[in-house]
């Protein structure tokens, strides 16, 4: 007698796989028809580089972000497989086989875009466009033609890497590489240009990476799923959680990046931009629905070993995301509304890269916003992600201490505030305002992250690895008592580190430098923050460290650190040589209401000399406050251990007199 299996009524993965690629194609080109990005050039002015330009290279870009989105989602496949003793099963290493054939796929479809995009900078047909010097002009000289080709190197790079992978370990390594090919086109283009640029770029690259790692990884998993899928129940919610991720900072980077983009919520209806942008709305809506159905039905039902039940719904929504990748290439064809106009720009805007703001006062101080992404984005995952911590020890029945999630929030807020408001603002015209920002983000904010035991939180969450796999957690616990965090961590070294950055910053060259350039900037933010972070976690943290210094040695470097951030202060007072002077003189010529450079100066050093001393008193009565509770859990446990023995002598003086009374 022979059984049949049940058949799934789950479409195959070729036939969705192709509706996919078809429902891109075609809105692909109907978005370029009503954008008008299929009949304009690249460049307005120049001549039509003909129809295989015109609309090859859409097409192209469609397949490159098409053939991007699965190398990475089969990567991250690989990455989410269960390995043995650090080695990659048979699964894992035919997901990688399968990202390698992705990935020349997107080393060709880079190669042409890169040969179809000079075609339309130069308003010429191909044949015409490689002629001469033209091609190696374009690739070593332009930002796009950079882009393209370092696109082409990186993507050929993972054919050979994700073919000789067999570690877990080699894995991780090969997604970041494949994540960092995604980096270059974010660079080039519209998000390049006009104002807030820098924040375009970076909301642009936590858009398209969240989308590769979320379209690509369905796709995987639902590869996956058509096979023997044996692993199927323990992938798709690690998936189903990155996905939610993804979602999140696809909708917040996109809010931000759009909000960049677009110069009066009018222009979402009077533009086609906006109704282009409004489709990617509509279209992420519809994932999100998918994506609620999933966690809410295809996840028991596979614990209930349906397979066919996630491929069912993977269909559709892999055919939306389809619809939104075309919109995504239509859209970056088409010229948003707030264009730029190099004549009305002045150096000092120039400088500053957003209009010059008005005059300061108080309420200008909380109302003038700046979208800084990198800051907003990140401060949005620490809040979701210590939220998920708290929903997961909730549900195994755990508690948490409400002070700390009060102090992780309260610092994490307070990060997204001096980096988003008017201090952000006219911290990049004034060096006092800045200083202000200075020390929030090095006295204050560290001590509310710190206090909210952020890594506590996560090794009580994440659920342990089975026994010969390592995990999250297993590799957090390895990190934490690495010997990188023993140096770190060392008093005399987080000591140094913390009081020798603002004379380092402000004495040498780096402070303008890093005004100039809004990476630099915000390369300098994060070394404040991260630098008081480690500082105070040495101080007052709660979660676990190699070793920790005696209360009395703690409150010696915090008498250190106050002394040298006074001293710090007063040399800023005192010094008659200022500091960035170019670069405010610059901002001076074109900003009427700027303070006297020096005098302004000097009252940054006030700032830091006076404001300095009140988180460092904080900061004492604090450890003095610890120090008492420790000798008092210390009293506890003596009495508690004095307890225990006193028991012992009681009952065995009484097992004495028994023998005795016996005799």
């Known amino acids: 007698m022979t059984t049949t299996r049940p058949q799934s009524d789950a479409p195959p993965a070729w036939l969705w796989g192709a509706a996919a690629a078809l429902v891109a194609l075609g809105v692909l080109v109907a978005a370029l028809i009503a954008g008008g990005g299929g009949t304009a050039a690249a460049v307005p002015g120049l001549s039509d580089p003909g129809a295989l330009t015109r609309w090859g290279l859409p097409i192209a870009t469609t397949i490159l972000n098409g053939a991007s989105a699965l190398a990475v989602g089969f990567i991250a496949l690989a990455v989410m497989l269960p390995a043995k003793d650090g080695e990659l099963k048979r699964d894992a290493l035919v997901a990688l086989r399968a990202a390698a054939i992705a990935a020349l796929v997107w080393a060709a ?71 960092a090919a995604l980096a ?22 936590v858009h398209v990476v969240a989308m590769a790692v979320w379209v690509g990884g369905l796709v995987a998993v639902s590869w996956y799923a058509a096979g023997r899928g044996r692993e199927l129940a323990r992938v798709a919610p690690t998936y189903s959680t990155i996905a939610l991720g993804c979602f999140v900072m696809i909708a917040a980077s996109g809010v931000m990046n759009g909000w960049i983009r677009i110069g009066t919520p009018g222009d979402l209806v009077t533009t086609s931009y906006g109704w282009l942008l409004l489709g990617k709305v509509a279209a992420l809506v ?52 707030v264009a730029d106009d190099p004549g009305r720009i002045s ?45 997961r020890l909730r549900h195994r029945g755990d508690r948490w201490p409400v002070g700390r999630t009060v102090a992780w929030m309260s610092g994490v807020g307070l990060i997204a505030f001096v980096q988003t408001s008017g201090l952000m603002t006219y911290g990049m015209t004034m060096l006092s305002v800045h200083m202000t920002q200075h020390l929030i983000l090095m006295m204050v904010c560290p001590v509310l992250l710190v206090l909210g035991a952020p890594v506590t939180l996560a090794l009580r969450a994440i659920t342990p690895a089975p026994r010969g796999e390592r995990g999250p957690r297993e590799w957090l616990l390895v990190a934490t008592q690495s010997r990188g965090v023993r140096v770190l961590t060392n008093p005399l070294v987080a000591l140094v580190l913390f009081v020798s950055g603002p004379f380092v910053v402000y004495f040498t060259g780096l402070f303008e430098v890093a005004m100039r ?63 960035a002077a170019d670069y405010y003189r610059t901002l001076a010529v074109d900003i009427a209401w700027l303070p006297d450079t020096l005098t302004d100066q000097r009252l940054a050093g006030q700032i830091s000399w006076g404001a300095s001393e009140l988180p460092g008193l904080a900061i004492l009565i604090l450890l003095l406050y610890q120090w008492s509770r420790s000798d008092e859990r210390e009293a506890r446990r003596f009495d508690r251990r004095e307890g225990r023995a006193e028991a012992e002598r009681t009952a065995y003086n009484e097992y004495l007199a028994k023998l005795n009374r016996r005799e």
């Open 286 to 337: 519809g994932l999100g629905v998918f994506g609620s159905r999933h966690r809410g039905r295809t996840l028991p039902a596979l614990a209930a070993g349906r397979r066919g039940a996630f491929r069912r719904l993977a269909a559709g929504e892999v055919a939306v995301m389809g619809a939104a990748i075309g919109l995504a290439v239509a859209l970056s064809r088409t010229e948003p509304p």
């Open 517 to 579: 350039d809004h990476n630099g900037h915000t390369l300098m933010s994060l070394h404040f923050l991260l630098t008081g972070y480690l500082f105070y976690e040495v101080l007052v943290g709660i979660d676990p460290l190699p070793k920790r210094p005696p209360y009395l040695a703690r409150i010696g470097l915090q008498f250190a650190a106050i002394v040298f951030h006074t001293l710090f202060g007063l040399a800023l007072m005192e010094s008659a040589r200022l500091i």
């Open 184 to 205: 270059p086109p974010t660079l080039a283009g519209h998000a390049g240009t006009g104002d807030y640029h820098n924040s375009a770029q970076i909301s642009l690259l």
């Open 347 to 391: 150096m000092a805007r120039s400088l500053l890269g957003f209009p010059i703001p008005p005059e300061p006062t108080f309420a200008r101080f909380i109302t003038q916003w700046y979208p800084d992404a990198t800051f907003a984005l990140g401060c949005l995952a620490a809040v979701l992600l210590y939220i998920a911590g708290l929903r």
């Open 109 to 179: 479809a880079a190669a042409t875009v890169h040969l179809l995009t000079l075609s339309d900078l130069l308003g010429l047909p191909l044949a015409e466009a490689l002629t001469g010097e033209s091609f190696v002009s374009y690739t070593s000289s332009t930002e796009q033609g950079q882009a393209y080709a370092m696109v082409f190197v990186l993507a050929m790079a993972l054919v050979p890497a994700t073919r000789l992978t067999l570690g877990h370990g080699g894995a991780i390594a090969v997604l970041c590489l494949a994540v």
